[in-house]
């Protein structure tokens, strides 16, 4: 049984900043990639990956958020973060801790955190 427990988020004003943290723990199924997706409202959960990073450190931005927010993970701890700058009301939504997919994938891993949700006010 893989669990991945999420912390951080909360309430900003643009221009701020927000860490969000995700712990795996158990054996995670599938690839080594852990990744960030967030799912605004009327949206699917898997709809817009922000960030994804794999074991070598290898990672990957959405367009919209390329600059101001950095992914990290702690293979040691199993863990990823992410650190987001600048926020912008658009950046509103749950956020979502994924693991496992592989990194030629365009899929998620099987293995998703609870949410946390980020507000960001203008």
């Known amino acids: 049984q893989v669990e991945l427990a999420e912390t951080g988020g909360g309430s900003v004003q643009a221009g701020g900043s927000l860490n969000l943290s995700c712990v795996a723990s158990?054996?995670?199924?599938?690839?080594?990639?852990m990744a960030w997706y967030r799912q605004a409202p009327g949206k699917a959960r898997d709809d817009e990956l922000v960030a994804r990073i794999d074991s070598t450190d290898r990672t990957y931005y959405a367009e919209s958020v390329e600059g101001r927010f950095t992914i990290s993970r702690d293979n040691g701890k199993n863990s990823v973060h992410l650190r987001m700058n600048l926020l912008r009301p658009e950046d509103t939504a749950v956020y979502y801790c994924?693991?496992?997919?592989?990194?030629?994938?365009?899929?998620?891993?099987?293995?998703w955190g609870q949410g946390t949700q980020v507000t960001v006010s203008s």
């Open positions: 158990g054996s995670i199924f599938g690839g080594d990639v």
């Open positions: 994924n693991a496992g997919s592989r990194w030629r994938s365009n899929l998620p891993g099987p293995h």
